[in-house]
């Protein structure tokens, strides 16, 4: 199956910063990706589409100023964090959609401070 | 709107034992089911996918069926070993929602040894 990572699998930071993360396709070219938020003891949250070379497409509920989504090569999608908030804390996972299957990557767990 | 629910919510056996979790959703208009596991801390692995037209598949020890018009699908599990231990997670492909995923909360399996 496809290979994605994530970048970085661990970040702290302080209340009122911004965190990327970022989500690569390692041995597929992703036209697609998602990008999900799991709270503890939660489900996986789908929070927007990534499409390369075009806008995010949110859920609803989900601020598109707050989480920037930038997806613009076949390999690379980012997820900002804007003014990170301690309610932003959670495990971001991205993946990517190969025929009907979807391979996630290993996750970013997020501290705000 | 699609809602995946999963029971038991913690479950724990000792080793060898066969074990069955289930997974109910509420709109049977699927396009696909998956069974996925999650270590902790850790990005998800697909185990096995059930298309709408499916009843079951095996993949070694696991057995999923599927059951569309009652909602339900189940994960057998044969012969459980410590190895096992994980979340594992259920979801849904909603039929026309182009691979988006509906997620059950998770069923947190310990296989003691």
């Known amino acids: 199956g496809a290979v994605v990572s994530q970048h970085p699998s661990w970040v702290i930071c302080k209340s009122g910063t911004s965190v990327k993360i970022e989500c690569r396709s390692l041995d597929f070219q992703a036209t697609t990706m998602f990008w999900y938020r799991q709270f503890p003891k939660q489900s996986l949250m789908l929070m927007a589409t990534?499409?390369?070379?075009?806008?995010?497409?949110?859920e609803q509920g989900v601020e598109k100023d707050k989480f920037l989504i930038n997806h613009a090569s076949l390999t690379l999608s980012t997820l900002t964090v804007t003014s990170a908030h301690p309610e932003d804390s959670s495990f971001y996972i991205c993946?990517?959609?190969?025929?009907?299957?979807?391979?996630f990557g290993p996750g970013t767990r997020l501290l705000v401070l | 709107k699609q809602e995946v629910t999963q029971i038991p919510a913690a479950l724990s056996v000792p080793e060898g034992e066969n074990l069955v979790l289930n997974c109910s959703f509420t709109?049977?208009?699927?396009?696909?089911l998956q069974w996925f596991r999650q270590d902790p801390g850790k990005g998800l692995t697909s185990l096995l996918l059930i298309q709408s037209s499916q009843r079951e598949q095996t993949s070694g020890r696991l057995n999923a069926s599927l059951d569309k018009s009652s909602g339900r699908s189940t994960l057998y599990i044969a012969a459980s070993q410590p190895g096992d231990s994980a979340t594992y997670l259920c979801?849904?492909?909603?039929?026309?929602?182009?691979?988006?995923?509906?997620f059950g909360k998770g069923t947190l399996l310990t296989v003691n040894p």
């Open positions: 993946s990517e959609a190969s025929g009907e299957t979807q391979y």
């Open positions: 990534s499409n390369e070379g075009s806008k995010a497409t949110y």
């Open positions: 709109d049977s208009a699927i396009y696909n």
């Open positions: 979801a849904v492909q909603s039929g026309g929602s182009n691979y988006k995923l509906t």
